[in-house]
Nanobody
Framework: QVQLVESGGGLVQPGGSLRLSCVAS????????MGWYRQAPGKQRDLVAT???????NYADSVRGRFILSRDNYANTIDLQMNSLKPEDTAVYYC??????????????WGQGTQVTVSS
């Protein structure tokens, strides 16, 4: 019932910027935590940035100072402003949500992913 949809990926030169967006839709759900993960070919899926309701964003060391995560609770939307992009940022970026959907059981939700490629 819950769906996460990402947008904003693309090709950018080193030093450039991109902004990713993720929208959560559905009914009867509460999303306590939302954030972004990324996965490069042959590597594990790693945390990029997350934010919990009432809290401040936390960032992976590799992106701190370059990426900014924001959350609009009214629209169930998160944005990731990515600045000073490096080739090593190239990956598929996945939106993640942790919360409840018509039950007391905690569920993890994932978007389909959006490709970010940083290259000259």
């Amino acid at each position: 019932q819950v769906q996460l949809v990402e947008s904003g990926g693309g090709l950018v030169q080193p030093g450039g910027s991109l902004r990713l967006s993720c929208v959560a839709s559905g009914s009867g759900f509460i999303m306590n935590t939302m954030g972004w993960y990324r996965q490069a070919p042959g590597k594990q899926r790693d945390l990029v940035a997350t934010i919990t309701t009432g809290g401040s964003p936390n960032y992976a060391d590799s992106v701190r100072g370059r990426f900014i995560l924001s959350r609009d609770n009214y629209a169930n939307t998160i944005d990731l402003q990515m600045n000073s992009l490096k080739p090593e940022d190239t990956a598929v970026y996945y939106c993640n949500g942790v919360g409840y959907e018509n039950t007391w059981r905690i569920s993890h939700y994932w978007g389909q992913g959006t490709q970010v490629t940083v290259s000259s």
